[in-house]
T-cell receptor
């Protein structure tokens, strides 16, 4: 089983809204990742969590706030986003000590 | 500076023929390479990987070749099927050099090649 689930599948929000993206995996992976992907571009790393602790923040603006409440869940809290933040947001997980990351289906975000 | 390059943005192949997707890298510290396949509006799906201690890895119709001296890898799909039509991303990891703590690695992705398999 290599399933990573993400909800919601689609999200439309205004620039003053607060929303959250959710990611879940039950593979026992202790490394979890958030990526942002724009059309015709590769995935761009945002955050890395290892054992529920934030280990990498790739200079992401504070309007994106990650949270890892337990080993299966990863959230991305969104507040005061800009239209240029519209993108596909991907979650991935990996077994500790292994390079292969397994991606979820993504959340397609549109900021109006 | 792009460390992983996929110089062909697109490739068209007839069904049943071989598809060859290429990837070049510049960082000699990369020691693990992966290929992902992506359909529109979906997440990337892991296909196959190769460690730098090998020069070939096979999984069914998919074979990845690694030429370390040329810093080049390729993905061969034989025979190609219409369902293989997707964007293929090459990714690389520096292994322990990029160990970001407690078991997580960073992947560097290429820009992708869109494969179209024509029936």
């Amino acid at each position: 089983d290599t399933e990573v689930t993400q909800t919601p599948k689609h999200l439309v929000m205004g620039m003053t809204n607060k929303k959250s993206l959710k990611c879940e995996q039950h593979m026992g992976h202790r490394a979890m990742y958030w990526y942002k992907q724009k059309a015709k571009k590769p995935p761009e790393l945002m955050f890395v969590y290892s054992y529920e602790k934030l280990s990498i923040n790739e200079s992401v603006p504070s309007r994106f706030s990650p949270e890892c409440p337990n080993s299966s869940l990863l959230n991305l809290h969104l507040h005061a986003l800009q239209p240029e933040d519209s993108a596909l947001y991907l979650c991935a997980s990996a077994r500790q000590g292994q390079e292969t990351q397994y991606f979820g289906p993504g959340t397609r975000l549109l900021v109006l | 500076d792009q460390q992983v390059k996929q110089n062909s943005p697109s490739l068209s192949v007839q069904e049943g023929r071989i598809s060859i997707l290429n990837c070049d890298y510049t960082n000699s510290m990369f020691d693990y390479f992966l290929w992902y396949k992506k359909y529109p509006a979906e997440g990337p799906t892991f296909l196959i990987s190769i460690s730098s201690i090998k020069d070939k890895n096979e999984d069914g119709r998919f074979t990845v070749f690694l030429n370390k001296s040329a810093k080049h890898l390729s993905l061969h799909i034989v025979p190609s099927q219409p369902g293989d039509s997707a964007v293929y991303f090459c990714a690389a990891s520096q292994g322990p050099a990029a160990y970001s703590g407690a078991g997580s690695y960073q992947l560097t992705f290429g820009k992708g090649t869109k494969l179209s398999v024509i029936p």
